[in-house]
């Protein structure tokens, strides 16, 4: 079977940083996804890591340690607009299996 | 705006009545993904085209869903007999030959 565990809930100050943690089990790992999620929105894509290390898209950046099952995705600068959900996704050879997210709050 | 389009955005229903949604994906995009969420919830994945072919599908997917790409464009997704618990938004997501999925707005289905 696949799992993912992501904390549910994150709240940070604005202009901080802030990470969201994600652990996995699963079979057939490809990579692991992150994509954002506006209340009434369709989830957007974020990054992508497929091998071990860190990848960086402006203020976000995610991580993965393929060996400890382990990602995270950093945000930076943090802007009222990143209140959201983000959800880590383990990529298989023709889906995504999505964890259960976690809703960022940024307080000013 | 993905680019990718969820006709229509909401349906109510009553239960025991058949519904269908229709996706149309980004044009040059063959890969084409049904997904559900519910409240709360990550998106569950539904099933899986690539061109017309309907590679994956999920064990979530009852005998009374059924999906099609007839021409490898658009898709629609059946449900048959709706019950109270297929109440959920149902997403569709199209992706070319890199990694990212770009979803569409999807279809909120109430069952009453």
């Known amino acids: 079977g696949q799992s993912l565990e992501q904390p549910s809930e994150v709240t940070a100050v604005e202009g901080a940083i802030v990470q969201i943690n994600c652990t996995y089990q699963?079979?057939?790992?490809?990579?692991l996804s992150w994509y954002q999620q506006h209340d009434g929105g369709a989830p957007t894509f974020l990054s992508y890591?497929?091998?071990?290390g860190l990848e960086e898209t402006g203020r976000f950046s995610s991580f993965l340690s393929r060996s400890d099952s382990y990602g995270y995705l950093l945000l930076q600068e943090l802007q009222m607009k990143d209140s959201a959900s983000y959800f880590c996704a383990v990529r298989g050879p023709d889906n995504l299996f999505f964890g259960t997210g976690t809703r960022l709050t940024v307080i000013p | 705006d993905t680019g990718v389009s969820q006709n229509p955005r909401h349906k109510i229903t009553k239960r025991g009545q058949n519904v269908t949604f229709r996706c149309d994906p980004i044009?040059?995009?063959?890969?084409l993904y049904w997904y559900r969420q519910t409240l709360g919830q990550g998106p569950e994945f539904l099933t899986y085209?690539?061109?017309?072919?309907?590679?994956?599908k999920s064990r979530l997917l009852s005998d009374r869903f059924s999906a099609e790409r007839p021409k490898g464009s658009f898709s629609t997704l059946e449900i048959q007999r709706t019950e109270q618990g297929d109440s959920a938004m149902y997403l569709c997501a199209s992706r070319g030959d890199l990694y990212e999925q770009y979803f569409g707005p999807g279809t909120r289905l109430t069952v009453t």
């Open positions: 044009s040059e995009h063959n890969r």
């Open positions: 085209f690539q061109n017309e072919a309907q590679l994956e």
């Open positions: 890591n497929g091998l071990d």
């Open positions: 699963t079979s057939g790992f490809y990579g």
